[in-house]
């Protein structure tokens, strides 16, 4: 099992800045992909950026050249460093971790989620 406990959310101006940053503990596995989602009310879960183990990396279109994801692959950490925020950014934002595991001769791919971080946008 793997455990995501996310930090950072706040309430922020249109234009400002936040850092979130996920830390993950547990049983987890050296290639992995780590990625941030969000969902506002009424809304779906959708992807916002991911950063694989090899730190590639994938953003949303609607967060490209405003986020930027990093990682600590020493200390299972990533982060998401959000800036020139909107107010449809507001959500909550959550930390996934997608790994394939292989527990007693078995391979199988698994997906954990944080419990999440509110990011409000507002004046």
Not at 6 to 34: H, K, W, Y
Request: charge should be positive; hydrophobic fraction near 35%; glycine fraction near 10%.
């Amino acid at each position: 099992q793997v455990q995501l406990v996310e930090s950072g959310g706040d309430l922020v101006q249109p234009g400002g800045s936040l850092r979130l940053s996920c830390a993950a503990s547990g049983s987890i596995f050296s290639f992995n992909t780590m990625g941030w989602y969000r969902q506002a009310p009424g809304k779906e879960r959708t992807l916002v950026a991911t950063i694989s183990s090899g730190l590639s990396t994938t953003y949303a279109d609607s967060v490209k050249g405003r986020f930027t994801i990093s990682r600590d692959n020493a200390r299972n950490t990533a982060h998401l460093q959000m800036s020139s925020l909107k107010p449809e950014d507001t959500a909550i934002y959550y930390c996934n971790l997608g790994q394939v595991a292989v527990r007693n001769a078995v391979r199988r791919s698994e997906n954990y989620w944080g419990q999440g971080t509110q990011v409000t946008v507002s004046s």
